[in-house]
C-alpha cells in the first residue's frame, strides 16, 4: 500500500471563478445600518473597502470571475495538494478513507493569502495607497502584509495583545514584508485608549483589533480597511479551496462524505465547505459538514443568532451572526485565529438552515490530535488546523466503531512552525484548558444592540 496518495491540479486548473454561495442559500439577512436600522448598500461601504469589493460582499451572484492578475499570483502556491492520509488512517485502524487539503504551502503558511491578493489587487486598482486590518495569530496579518508588499501598499496591523506576545515571529514576519505590526489594544487609537483605561491588563480581541483598525481607516481618506474572515467576499474569495477539492475528488475517485473545517471567523470552513454545499444545495450529493470550534470561544455552539456589531467599539455594520457578544473577551488560547467572538453570516446561515452541525473541543485534545497527525503525517499544524484534525480523528474512530468505510475531508489551513511555544506547553504539561465564565458570557450577550433581536 502506498504510504501516501498526493493528488495535484494543474496552474490551468486554478479557478477562473470564485463561488459565492449566498446564491444558493435563501432568505439571507442583509447587513443593516446602525444607524439608520436600513440596509447596507455599496455607497455605505465604499469609504472604507474598493467599490468592486464591496459590491461582492453585497452580491448574490453565484460566480464572480477572479481577475488574472490574481490568478497570477495564486499560481505560486495553487493548486494546493490534497493528500490520502494513509498512515494516519493505519494509525487510527479505521476503515474510513481520510483526507486533508493542505493550504500551508502558500508563502505566509496558510489559507489568507487566497483574500489577501484578492483584496491588495482591488484596492491597489482603486488607487489606495494603505490599508489597516487587525489579526490574533498572525496569519492574517503575514498574508496581508505579503500582499501589501506585492502591490506596493502600506500595511498597518493591530494584533491581539496575547497573540502579539505569543508569536513574536508572526510580527517579525510582517515587519520582514514591510509592514507595521502594533499589539492591541494600543495608545494609538480612540478605541484602544478607552479600552486599556477600563483594564490596563487587557490581554485583547479580535473584536478591540478589528476597532483600531477600522477606526484608523475611517479617519484616513488615504486608507482602507481590509478584513481577513467573517466578511462575504472573504468567504467568497477562499472558495478556490473548496472547488480545487472537488476536481481533485473526482481526480481520486472517490466524495468525501464528512468535510470537517475549523471555525473561528469562517473563512476557512466556508471557504472549504460551501463548494460541496452548493453542489448539494443545487440536487448533488449529501455531505455533512461539521465545524470545529474552540472550546474557549464556542460561537456557534454556545453563541445566540443575532444582529450584532463585527468589533468592540461598534464601527461596523450590523450583521447577523452567531456571536458571544460583540464585548466579549475569550480566554488566551493559543489558537489565536478562532478568538472571535461572532460567526460569518454565511456559516451562521447555513448552521441555521442545518446544512452544518457543530462541535467545541478542548485545546488539550486539540493538541494531542495534533501531534498525532505531525508523527503520522509529517506536517505539524497550525494550532486552528488541530480543531479540524481533532475532529477528522473522532470521525475516523466513529467509523472504526460503526464498521463504515466513509470518506473524510479535513481542511489543513496552515502549517504550526511560528506556534512551536504552544507545542512546546503543551508537551511539557504546562497548557491547560480554558473554560467559559457563563456570567461573563450573559454579559456580554446583554450589551447586544437594539436590533439584535430582529
Known sequence: MTEQIKYLLDEKDIPTTWYNIAADLPDLAPLMHPG????ITVDDLVPIMPEAVARQELSREREIEIPEPVRQIYAQWRPSPLFRARRLERLLDTPARIYYKYEGGSPAGSHKPNTAIAQAF??????????????????????LSLAGALFGLQVQVYMVMVSFHQK????LLMETYGARCVASPSLETAAGRAILAADPECTGSLGIATSEALEVAMNDPETNYAG???????????SVIGQEALAQFAMAQDYP????????????LGGLTFPFLGEK?????????????????????????AYDFGDTAGLTPLLRMHTLGHSFVPPSFHAGGLRYHGMAPLVSAALDANLLEAVAVEQSRCFAAGIQFARAEGIVPAPES?????????????????????????????????????????????LRDEGVDQTRLDAALAQLPALADA
Open 257 to 268: 462524505d464528512v468535510v470537517v473545517g475549523c471555525a473561528g471567523g469562517g473563512s476557512n
Open 281 to 305: 444545495l443545487r440536487g448533488g450529493r449529501d455531505v455533512r459538514v461539521v465545524a470545529a470550534e474552540p472550546a474557549a470561544c464556542p460561537t456557534l455552539t454556545r453563541g445566540k443568532l
Open 168 to 171: 513574536p515571529y508572526r510580527r
Open 122 to 143: 482591488y484596492n491597489h486598482e482603486a488607487r489606495i495607497r494603505k490599508l489597516a486590518t487587525e489579526t490574533g495569530a498572525g496569519q492574517w496579518g503575514s498574508s
Open 386 to 430: 488541530t480543531h479540524a484534525i481533532s475532529v477528522a480523528v473522532q470521525e475516523a474512530l466513529r467509523c472504526k466503531e460503526e464498521g463504515r468505510s466513509e470518506a473524510i475531508l479535513f481542511g489543513l489551513s496552515g502549517h504550526g512552525h511560528f506556534d512551536l511555544s504552544a507545542y512546546e506547553a503543551h508537551l511539557g504539561g504546562a
Open 36 to 39: 439608520t436600522g436600513a440596509p
Open 228 to 238: 481577513g474572515s467573517v466578511l462575504n467576499h472573504v468567504l467568497l474569495h477562499q
